[in-house]
């Protein structure tokens, strides 16, 4: 029973570590790409950026959640089975620390998107109409808040690239 549950226990961990990886990867593909056509507005196209991105703070913290739960979930599963906790090295005590608090900033990085820059960029992007180019400053405004998000994605990149390579030390140390 204790390997059923630390293997499903796992199952959603890598699915959300996975998940949490390649959401900030993808997004990051996206809006390079949209890079490429300059800052004038093309509407249909900017539509559907805004679209898809407004959902993945969203998105990327019910991941972040879901890791938070299952990587706490693998001592106590081990717990419940032997009446203790494992003993673990120094090295994977402080791989966990690290990795904990890389999660953690994370997670505050995404409640920051989604309490403040989503609803900005959303905001501005409400007052662009798809039949004439906005005014210069509200394109300025609206491309200083696309890059601040732009930059808070690469931060989650690597952030969970730098959770990806420290948590196989927590199995085997």
Known sequence: MENILYTINLVLHILAAVACAAAPFYQLRMVNERGKHGRAIIYSYDQ???????????????????????????PVIHRLF????????????????????????????VLYGM?????????????????????????????????????ACKICFWLAVAILVITPVLRFY
């Open 48 to 74: 559907s950026i805004e679209r898809i991105l407004s959902v993945q703070p969203r998105l990327c913290f019910a991941f972040i959640l879901v890791l938070i739960v299952t990587g706490f979930a693998f």
């Open 115 to 151: 309490l403040k820059i989503d609803p900005k960029v959303q905001a501005l992007f409400a007052q662009i109409k798809p039949d004439a180019q906005p005014p210069q400053a509200l394109l300025d405004e609206f491309w200083t808040w696309r890059l601040k998000r732009k930059f």
């Open 82 to 109: 032997h009446g203790e906790w494992r003993a673990v090295s120094g090295l994977a005590l402080a791989a966990f620390t690290i990795k904990s608090l890389l999660v953690f900033v994370g997670f505050g990085l």
